[in-house]
């Protein structure tokens, strides 16, 4: 059973396109989260749901829009994509919120033309 | 797949002594890179080491250093000197090198106590 799935796992898309990463957990967990991994390897936090409500919004562009449908979800949607948005993206969940036991989804890579 | 697995939720360690964290993982691949992450409460989270496959030698930073044993796939995480600033989750991950997949631990939660 896949506890945390994302998708698509690729993705390539031109420049000021719109597009969304699915995530989802089958958990039961509370928390969920989206990370962003760069070229080097650093991994960034940028958004946290706690029963579909924001509760982490680090810095970044207001393009980036998680949407949490329920608490099982949470879907990242970027606007107007840009060529230094290409990174690895991370889903986790935890029962709790971070720092916490956090389980990881398998990561989108996204490519930006 | 590569699974990776961290046995210890929660660890506890003296202010000045020495801790190590249990990482261990699975993978039928050769070649492949191994990391610690630290998120402390402020929730972001820093790379603290990293470990190339093929390297013999084990890895260290400042007061990190790993215990790469790769018969084993074990990739242990040691702290010397814990300061109370190093209270954080560790999450241990693993990274192939062909398909750059990357997995993760569930984590170890680590207290320094003065």
């Known amino acids: 059973d896949t506890a945390v799935s994302q998708t698509p796992k690729y993705l390539v898309t031109q420049m000021g396109n719109d597009k969304s990463i699915k995530c989802e957990q089958n958990l039961g967990h509370d928390t969920m989260y989206w990370y962003k991994q760069d070229s080097k390897k650093f991994l960034k936090i940028m958004f946290s749901?706690?029963?579909?409500?924001?509760?982490i919004n680090e810095t970044v562009p207001n393009r980036f829009s998680p949407k949490s449908p329920d608490k099982a979800h949470l879907n990242l949607h970027i606007n107007s994509l840009e060529l230094g948005d290409s990174a690895v993206y991370f889903c986790?969940?935890?029962?709790?919120?971070?720092?916490?036991?956090?389980?990881f989804g398998p990561g989108t890579r996204l490519t930006v033309l | 797949a590569q699974t990776v697995t961290q046995s210890q939720p929660e660890m506890s360690v003296q202010e000045a002594e020495t801790v190590t964290l249990s990482c261990t993982y699975d993978t039928s691949e050769s070649d492949y890179y191994l990391f610690w992450y630290k998120q402390p409460p402020s929730r972001q989270m820093i790379l603290v080491i990293r470990?190339?496959?093929?390297?013999?030698q084990n890895a260290t930073e400042n007061r990190f250093s790993v215990n790469f044993q790769k018969a084993a796939k074990s990739f242990s995480l040691k702290i010397s000197d814990s300061q109370l600033g190093d209270a954080a989750m560790y999450f241990c991950?693993?990274?192939?090198?062909?398909?750059?997949?990357?997995?993760f631990g569930a984590g170890t939660r680590l207290t320094v106590k003065p």
């Open positions: 749901y706690n029963n579909k409500e924001l509760i």
């Open positions: 470990q190339e496959a093929y390297k013999q």
């Open positions: 991950a693993y990274e192939g090198a062909n398909n750059n997949d990357m997995r």
């Open positions: 986790a969940s935890s029962q709790d919120a971070a720092p916490n036991e956090q389980f």
